[in-house]
Nanobody
Framework: QVQLVESGGGLVQAGDSLSLSCAAS????????MGWFRQAPGKEREFVAA????????YYADSMKGRFTISRDNAKNTVYLRMNSLKPEDTAVYYC????????????????WGQGTQVTVSS
């Protein structure tokens, strides 16, 4: 089992920045592929970013490239999502996810999910 706890969400204005954290426990963190997803009301969960086990590779959804940065600190069992130049359309619940094998953009790739943290961007 892997437990994931997100933090750092909140209410910000358009153009602001926000950093999310996801603390993992229960398994050797460095062996997990990690991802961030988000879900807005009435919409399907969508991929935001993913990072490989050692942190050497990252992958982003096209709409997040250049604005969002995913990173991980394996010593702290934590993955981060730095979000810059936020837009109202970024408003969603953001979820952290862990994959036992591999990593990537597919929701079904991930085996464990956090409870989510709300990000609201006002215009």
């Amino acid at each position: 089992q892997v437990q994931l706890v997100e933090s750092g969400g909140g209410l910000v204005q358009a153009g602001d920045s926000l950093s999310l954290s996801c603390a993992a426990s229960g398994r050797t963190f460095i062996n997990l592929g990690m991802g961030w997803f988000r879900q807005a009301p009435g919409k399907e969960r969508e991929f935001v970013a993913a990072i490989s086990w050692g942190g050497g590779s990252a992958y982003y959804a096209d709409s997040m490239k250049g604005r969002f940065t995913i990173s991980r600190d394996n010593a702290k069992n934590t993955v981060y999502l730095r979000m810059n130049s936020l837009k109202p359309e970024d408003t969603a619940v953001y979820y952290c996810a862990a994959a036992l094998t591999g990593w990537g953009e597919r929701v079904k790739k991930y085996d464990y999910w956090g409870q989510g943290t709300q990000v609201t961007v006002s215009s």
